[in-house]
Structure formats: structure tokens, C-alpha cells
């Protein structure tokens, strides 16, 4: 028998003055819990939005 895993994604937050829409998977098991898109302490996203934009990964 299969077994059937059901992830559904975290609400979204785009707002009218948006400029940049990035697109990624479905969030994880971490960033379920977290209700945070990538919450995984190994995600790579932030990493890389701290080196191409000098964004700090803890900014609200």
C-alpha cells in the first residue's frame, strides 16, 4: 500500500508595491512548523539573499 504525504503551502504575503516574486518548492516539514518558508537551519535561500542583496538573514 502507498502511503500518501499531503504538504500544503504557507499563506502568502505580496503586497501591491511587489518588485520581485520568488519563486520556489513547497516548504518542509521544518518550515511547516515554523509557519516560515525556508526555516531549514541548511536552507540556502538566506545565504544567498545575504550575499547578492546585503539583506541580513534575521531582518523582519
Not at 526555516?39 to 539583506?55: G, K, Q, S, Y
Amino acid at each position: 500500500m502507498l502511503r500518501q504525504t499531503v504538504i500544503s503551502a504557507l499563506v502568502h504575503e505580496i503586497i501591491v508595491s511587489c518588485q520581485i516574486l520568488v519563486l520556489g518548492s513547497m516548504p518542509g516539514v521544518i518550515s511547516l512548523k515554523e509557519a516560515k518558508y525556508c526555516a531549514h537551519p541548511r536552507n540556502l535561500f538566506w545565504d544567498c539573499v545575504e550575499t547578492a542583496f546585503h539583506i541580513d538573514r534575521n531582518a523582519p
